[in-house]
């Protein structure tokens, strides 16, 4: 009884949440099309309706595969999702129709997930059919013919008409393996140390996973020359590291690894030192290198604390706006309260995700949930921070809100897999709570 | 494992607080900082739909107006002067925001300034009547094409004023471009055309006058020997300087020698009526640092000339401690080579300073401010800028400057029946070319026009100095203005 009550009053709070996430959604299109510079056609509207729908289908596919789930998960990328549409059509209308098959794509593989995936722990079985997958689709970039070269990124592939950027994909399945190989050799990892100096130092036998890590990670930054993810692989390896097996090390031993990398990176690469002197000071290349991060800075000061209202605006004035600048543009014409509304949305998405690696009972889920949040909360924070200069710029996504289908997919995917262990988990108490009911009846 | 990923979330809220007050820097606090940005054009991007003024020369030719267009921008500016007066009017672009004229009075263009905010006028707001202003400038369209005539395509710079008040009379920079191509609505072709223009090499983005900084070479002995005057170091009939084809620096075996390998001396003003190097080195080496890079300080050089147009350079000349060790160096500052560079305008206030009686105005090209219905609602009031040097020492030098002219190395500035007073230079640039410079003011008695005149890389040689190429550009433009009433 009391587990059918739990299911409806989650997905009830779940439905809620996400109506309220279509009103401001569809409010902020209205907005955008509104105005005296309305830089919306008319015609994009039906496009906003498949949005919500999608919303809604997920919602539904939700309360039947994975009913005890948290509820908050869906609404907060949701509402991400719409607000991104938004500005992408408002920014670039012809992204528009792509975006919303994209979103189509994306809730389908969230609905994929939840059917296929039935119980979390049956993922901890192909863990090494895993690890292939992850790394195959990390190098696949590098293939001659299937790989393209983006931007001085060689991080897409390409499949018929299509380009894909399967790291988007691998970071979720690594991440998966990750979680597996660690609870298994977790023992080992975190026991096979001495204490040295009032700290716990693995022995070097036990090394050997870091430094895979991290040789992959060097791959990606200097093979495909992609920072940001690289970045993301190797904090997130290094945080499920860390949260397993409790050992300092492992974090200084990762920072400095990492950072030898980057001093290497910093050497050898051109674009990178170039970043990095951008980054410090952008001014004397504003014409240049500097344009894009300086047109960002205006358009934040532009919006100030309340925004210059959706179309009002001028972000079309930053290069690559609606990928990888998007936060930018929500800055200048959603002013600081939408700025902030963001990050405490990406800030609600990581403390559900945490706690719903808190609540769970197997070593494999708790360290898979946490992967997953981490991976969220690091890419974020990634691009939040390179868009606002508080970090150089690397180019990865904004999870939910950019423009891109390998990330939107990837992204519910993810989604998906943190709302599966969270039923699990429910579930699991749920039925315990019968239980033990039926036996205090019994006794009684 | 808990404890863990509680830390995990901690560190993520932290690095989120990062976020949220890098966002408040950028969006509240750094705000108006990043918004007055010189690089930011927004302000250029808002105004650019708005009605705005015209601006129009002292003889009333129209050089800057909008025009009413069907696109989306409403309206285009239109410069139909085009190259004539590209440095004073700059440009207003969509992509690449204001410079010029159209910088400077960007608010008085679009009507924010003039119309403060009343109760009588409150009803021309709601009426939406034209707040917008016309701007007039000091410089007019018949003065300007006799100084374009005049450079022709060599590559330099003309400045013309008034030294009673500052006004810039003429302003003449080669080579030029068209500012009508940067205003267009086509960002394509303003994008392809600001590439072409700032790839060019000989720069025509570039208002040499008071933007780019030179050798003086000789003309600014002018300095040297007023700052000599006023501190007592020399004066008109002593020292006599010795007859030399070189003089020996201390702290150095490289002697300095004469324009030409010439030998000369004298009193002071036979020195600077021929532009003598031995002498007036070894007057730079008696004035010593201190006092010489005062003297300089004293005319506006360390200072950018308050002049209302945008990003002007300051001319420089170093402080004393520079020259501690460097008597060579002192030595050759004293005449305009070295360590000392100077901008065509800041030549043309040493000249105009001498002429005022020491006094240097601030220069301006505003001349009024028009509103919609053509009422004068500002007028520039003319103010001074620095004391250069009393007097009575202007006199004196104002004196040896007409025998520059006269009988020395600026005769071809001579105007019948006017008296001129003004002083040649050729500096060296160390690439076998010569920076030939005129700087000048007449009538000597009672100034009404100041020129300088700056020929950039001239090929070397006695054919090609200030006395020989820039002397007769000024004479022509001076004339000019007298023959004005």
Sequence with gaps: MSARRLTSGRRNTELGLLLLAGVLTGGAYVLASLGRSASLPANLMPLLLVILGLLAAAHVAARRLAPEADPLLLPLAGLLNGVGYVFVARLQPDLAGPQSLWTAMGVGAFVGTLVFVRRSRDLERYRYTFALVGLGLLLMPLLPVLGQEINGSRLWVRLGVVNFQPGELAKIVLCVFFASYIVEKQPLLSAGTRRIAGMWVPEVKYLGPIMLAWVFSLVIMFWERDLGSSLLFFALFITMLWVATDRTVYLILGGAMFTAGSLLAFRVFDHVQTRVDTWLNPWPVADSGGYQIIQAAFAFAAGGFAGTNLSQGSPQRIPAVATDFTFAAIGEELGLLGTAAVLVAFLLLVGSGLRIAMRADSAFEKLLATGLTAILGIQSFIILGGVTRLIPLTGITLPFVSYGGSSLISNYILLALLLRISHDQSARAAAEAVAQDQTRMAAA | ?485
């Design chain 2, 1 to 485: 494992m808990n404890r863990q990923i509680r830390v995990f979330g901690i560190v993520m809220i932290v690095l989120f607080s990062a976020l949220f007050v890098q966002l408040n820097y950028l969006q509240v606090f750094g705000a108006e900082k990043l918004n007055n940005h010189p690089v930011n054009s927004r302000a250029v991007v808002r105004d650019f739909s708005r009605p705005r003024g015209a601006v129009q020369t002292s003889d009333g030719v129209l050089i800057a107006e909008s025009v009413d267009t069907d696109n989306a921008f409403k309206r285009l500016r239109r410069y139909p002067e085009a190259e004539l007066f590209a440095h004073l009017t700059g440009f207003f672009s969509f992509t690449y925001g204001a410079d010029g004229v159209e910088r400077t009075y960007n608010d008085a263009l679009t009507g924010r300034e003039s119309q403060e905010l009343s109760i009588d006028r409150l009803g021309e707001l709601l009426l939406e009547k034209d707040q917008t202003a016309d701007v007039t400038l000091t410089v007019s369209k018949a003065l300007q094409e006799i100084a374009t005539r005049e450079l022709g395509d060599r590559k330099g710079a003309v400045v013309a004023l008034d030294p009673r008040n500052g006004a810039i009379l003429a302003m003449v920079d080669y080579p030029t471009y068209d500012p009508n191509i940067l205003a267009g609505h086509d960002q394509e072709k303003v994008r392809e055309a600001w590439g072409a223009l700032n790839d060019d090499p000989d720069r025509p983005l570039l208002p040499r006058s008071y933007r780019e900084r030179y050798f003086p070479g000789s003309s600014f002995k002018v300095v040297t020997a007023a700052t000599a005057l006023d501190t007592g170091t020399a004066s008109v009939t002593a020292p006599v300087y010795p007859n030399l084809t070189q003089l020996p620096l201390p702290q150095s075996t490289e002697p300095l020698r004469n324009f030409g390998g010439g030998s000369c001396g004298g009193p002071l003003p036979e020195a600077l009526r021929v532009s003598c190097n031995t002498s007036f080195a070894q007057l730079g080496l008696d004035l010593g640092a201190e006092k010489l890079s005062a003297g300089a300080s004293a005319f506006g050089f360390n200072k950018v000339p308050p002049i209302d147009l945008p990003f002007g350079v300051a001319s420089v000349f170093p402080d004393a401690s520079a020259f501690r060790n460097d008597k060579p160096a002192l030595a050759k500052s004293a005449i305009g080579q070295q360590d000392v560079a100077a901008t065509p305008l800041q030549m043309a206030l040493v000249a105009a300073g001498i002429a005022n009686g020491g006094v240097v105005m601030t220069p301006h090209v505003m001349g009024e401010v028009r509103n919609a219905q053509a009422e004068v609602i500002g007028k520039y009031q003319p103010k001074p800028w620095v004391q250069a040097v009393p007097a009575d020492v202007a006199r004196a030098t104002k004196d040896m400057m007409v025998g520059v002219v006269a009988a020395g190395s600026g005769t071809r500035a001579q105007i019948p029946g006017v008296q001129v007073a003004g002083k040649t230079g050729t500096a060296q640039t160390g690439n076998d070319t010569s920076h030939t410079w005129f700087v000048a003011f007449a009538p000597a008695d009672a100034p009404r026009v100041a020129v300088a005149v700056m020929l950039e890389n001239q090929p070397s040689g006695n054919e090609f100095t200030g006395g020989a190429l820039a002397a007769p550009i000024a004479k022509t433009v001076m004339e000019a203005v007298l023959a004005t009433p």
